[in-house]
């Protein structure tokens, strides 16, 4: 009776002691047993030639190749992702092997999406120097490398010299210049040095957006804020209205003058007089007047005291030889040196001097011989000299008259920015465009 009792009881300890590890075991799996990952979304097909192959690769491997699946509920599935287009495309017989050959038949066309990645990359629109955009364009360009060089087409040095030279004349004007002045040899760029110079150039411009995007605070000597500075935007009028509208063009839109697409679409010179309009400080685009501006940015290209977006590129300006020459000989005579002036009296024939101050001033970065009239109320400027710095002439129909009451037409106007040697002082003015200006016409440039 007690052995019988004592083989009871170890039955006992060595069930509890079985049970108590199946719990222990059981406690340690509870939470990942707890654990569902999410349902996977089924791939759908839209009819873009380009999408097919991904669509068919994910579809096979989620849906096609399940074991679990018989033929007609795989069917059901791909009818269900097919959409629009591709939704209408028909069978010879109503199961699944018939229905993907007749898609693979339709949408396994390689000429048809060489030509979709060829006309992608051809077709990239013109861009800004806008961050976002030029890295939208370099993940066009490699998605559309990569899937030629799938469909076994490798590029070569003459192929990816075309496409640079396509994608070179889609970047704006600046980054163009950045570009050549990157290029330390003589040798031809490829194609992956031209797109990870635009990937160092977003870096660039997104270091500049965000230190633009700072307030700018202007303190007084007592140490009171009196004001602050965002962004280069205005409030609107409307005090009912939370709204800001950009100075230049008066959309309510997000965005300072650095990125505005009207302020980029004009000439350099353009948005000079655009800053100088709307009191922009030159050096940072900021608003407030440049002599208060505290930022140590130059231009990029010239290192010049204003900003890169105001560079006028002088290698786009065709100035012939005579024109170089003229300005040499002009660099040579001394600012304050006066010109003699002839003229001839009818009675005694002598010739009669006159005086004229004359000075060599720096007009869009060139120097340029200028005569000095206090009593003009008019500026002018030579035919010939207009026409070797490049200037934009407008028609104008005006009328200027002078001694004797003697009237001389005007046809065209053009304008220009005056500076001196260190461009601490530049001025936007206008000028009227004349046939000759004085007998030493043939010294100013």
Not at 92 to 114: G, H, I, M, P, T
Not at 130 to 145: A, E, K
Not at 333 to 341: G, P
Request: aromatic share 8%; glycine share 2%; hydrophobic share 35%.
């Amino acid at each position: 009776m007690e052995e019988d009792s004592e083989k009871f009881k170890v039955s006992i300890l060595v069930f509890l002691s079985k049970y108590e590890e199946q719990k222990t075991e059981n406690a340690k799996l509870s939470p990942k047993s707890h654990i569902k990952c999410p349902d996977l979304p089924l791939p759908t097909f839209s009819g873009k030639f380009q999408e097919f192959e991904n669509f068919k690769t994910q579809f096979m491997s989620v849906i096609g190749n399940n074991d679990s699946l018989n033929e007609s509920q795989i069917l059901m599935y791909l009818k269900s992702a097919l959409k629009n287009e591709a939704a209408l495309i028909q069978s010879d017989q109503d199961n699944f092997d018939s229905l993907l050959k007749a898609l693979e038949n339709r949408y396994e066309n390689k000429r048809a999406l060489v030509d979709i990645h060829i006309a992608g990359i051809l077709s990239i629109n013109k861009l800004h120097s806008n961050s976002t955009q030029i890295r939208s364009l370099i993940d066009t360009v490699r998605n559309h490398m990569r899937s030629l060089k799938n469909l076994k087409l490798e590029s070569n040095s003459l192929s990816d010299t075309i496409i640079l030279h396509v994608l070179n004349n889609k970047i704006d004007k600046e980054s163009q210049i950045l570009f050549r002045l990157s290029l330390t040899t003589t040798q031809v760029p490829s194609l992956q040095d031209f797109l990870s110079f635009l990937e160092v150039r977003c870096i660039q411009l997104e270091s500049d957006f965000a230190e633009k995007s700072i307030p700018i605070k202007n303190k007084s000597s007592s140490g009171v804020n009196n004001s602050r500075w965002k962004s280069f935007l205005t409030k609107d009028k409307n005090p009912n209205q939370g709204q800001k509208a950009c100075v230049i063009c008066n959309q309510f839109k997000k965005h300072s003058v650095y990125n505005c697409e009207m302020f980029l679409n004009h000439s350099p010179l353009e948005r000079y007089e655009l800053c100088k309009k709307h009191n922009i400080c030159t050096n940072c685009l900021n608003f407030h007047p440049s002599k208060s501006c505290i930022s140590k940015s130059r231009c990029h290209i010239c290192s010049s005291f204003y900003n890169t977006k105001l560079h006028r590129d002088k290698t786009d300006v065709s100035i012939p030889s005579t024109a170089e020459a003229f300005i040499d000989a002009a660099s040579k005579v001394n600012s304050e040196q006066c010109f003699a002036l002839r003229s001839t009296d009818k009675k005694n024939s002598k010739p009669m001097k006159y005086l004229m101050s004359t000075a060599v001033a720096y007009v869009n970065g060139m120097p340029v011989r200028i005569i000095l009239d206090s009593a003009s109320e008019i500026n002018f400027i030579s035919r010939d000299c207009a026409m070797s710095l490049g200037f934009k002439r407008n028609r104008i129909h005006s009328s200027v008259s002078g001694i004797n009451e003697l009237a001389q037409d005007i046809k065209y106007e053009t304008n220009a920015i005056i500076s001196n040697k260190d461009n601490s002082f530049n001025e936007s003015l206008k000028f009227m465009v004349v046939p000759k200006i004085s007998s030493v016409t043939r010294l100013l440039i």
